[in-house]
């Protein structure tokens, strides 16, 4: 055991680049492979699990705004259910609030509020 205070957060910074170096060399390699490394999208906040999806499978998550890829074992029923499982992780589909408040925080989401939509429906064609 190290006694030395700022040898002991040299350590600490040291172990956590190395993990972090890690993470992004699997990235590397995966991305030469044609393979995405995400983030689980679970509802843990401490959790920074990692893991390989195809760019084209992302993509099909993606295109709901409600449903997210996570981690065997980061599913949380009472908010989410289970609609599809891969070998690297499932994909969950939010519900009733969480499914509202998932769809608003969609980067991808276009900016025409469900009010807007209503209104400019075009109902002659
Ligand atoms: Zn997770």
Redesign the pocket.
């Known amino acids: 055991m190290v006694d030395d205070p700022q040898e002991q957060r040299e350590i600490r910074a040291a172990r956590r680049q190395s993990r972090g170096r890690e993470v992004n060399e699997t990235v590397v390699e995966m991305k030469a492979a044609g393979m995405l490394v995400i983030v689980?999208?679970?509802?843990?906040d401490a959790?920074a699990?990692t893991f390989e999806i195809t760019p084209r499978d992302y993509e099909v998550i993606r295109h709901q705004p409600t449903h997210f890829a996570?981690?065997h074992g980061?599913v949380y029923p009472e908010v989410e259910r289970v609609v599809a499982e891969h070998d690297e992780y499932v994909v969950v589909e939010k519900m009733r609030k969480a499914a509202e408040v998932a769809a608003q925080a969609d980067p991808r989401r276009t900016f025409v509020t469900a009010e807007d939509a209503d209104t400019d429906i075009d109902q002659t064609g």
């Open positions: 689980c999208e679970c509802a843990d959790c699990d996570v981690r980061h």
